[in-house]
């Protein structure tokens, strides 16, 4: 990982990046602290890992993002997009990427509302079976092309889940936090989300809920 002065000098190095003969110093200063203040932000408190791919991934997403769309998802943008690079490696499809999104996003929440941080390979394969027969009814085809085996090897090959000792886990703080939120985000129209959301809009001083 890089501390504070690792983490400056290389965003200092990717703003001047092409710009040697034409930025100023006072202009180079400005977009060096203008990144390093969103990137330090994303990181938070640990919830993205501070090393340089992960960096250069974050400086590359400010410099294509839209303003409109950070100034709305409050930086989810760039969690989105970290998590896409991620799961893009393995899996080429855009509707195979929202199937994964889908599934991922109904698993936080599983574990978010039955207070669990990881689960096992039968509770797992529980809440596979219930996703993909019951609430999903995903084709036959993907059902059959991603069983639950190749969906974990996905899934920790992509960094987004690890196994520890039988047992699974989001790999990172970020991705729990964005996908629970995307939960709230997508079902706010149910009496039951917005009641939970009212609840950690109240307890905010809690870090759990304030994440």
Not at 94 to 110: M, N, P, Q, V, W
Request: hydrophobic share 35%; proline share 2%.
């Amino acid at each position: 990982d890089f501390v504070h002065q690792l983490r400056h000098r290389l965003i200092e190095k990717w703003s001047l990046l092409g710009q040697e003969q034409q930025i100023d110093e006072p202009e180079l200063t400005r977009k060096t602290d203008h990144a390093k203040k969103i990137v330090d932000t994303i990181i938070g408190k640990n919830f993205v890992p501070s090393r340089p791919i992960y960096l250069l991934i974050i400086l590359q997403t400010i410099e294509a993002g839209n303003p409109h769309d950070l100034k709305e998802s409050a930086y989810g943008h760039y969690y989105q997009y970290l998590i896409t690079q991620s799961l893009s490696k393995l899996v080429k499809q855009h509707d195979e990427i929202d199937a994964f999104y889908s599934y991922l996003t109904e698993l936080a929440y599983y574990l978010y509302f039955n207070k669990m941080k990881e689960i096992n390979r039968e509770g797992l394969q529980k809440f596979h079976d219930w996703f993909c027969k019951e609430e999903y009814k995903i084709s036959h085809s993907f059902v059959t092309m991603i069983n639950i085996d190749k969906l974990i090897e996905i899934l920790k090959d992509s960094s987004t889940i690890y196994e520890y000792a039988g047992t699974y886990r989001f790999r990172y703080k970020y991705i729990y936090y964005y996908f629970v939120a995307k939960y709230f985000s997508v079902h706010l129209s149910k009496n039951k989300v917005k009641e939970e959301v009212q609840r950690l809009l109240g307890m905010l001083y809690f870090e759990e809920y304030a994440n």
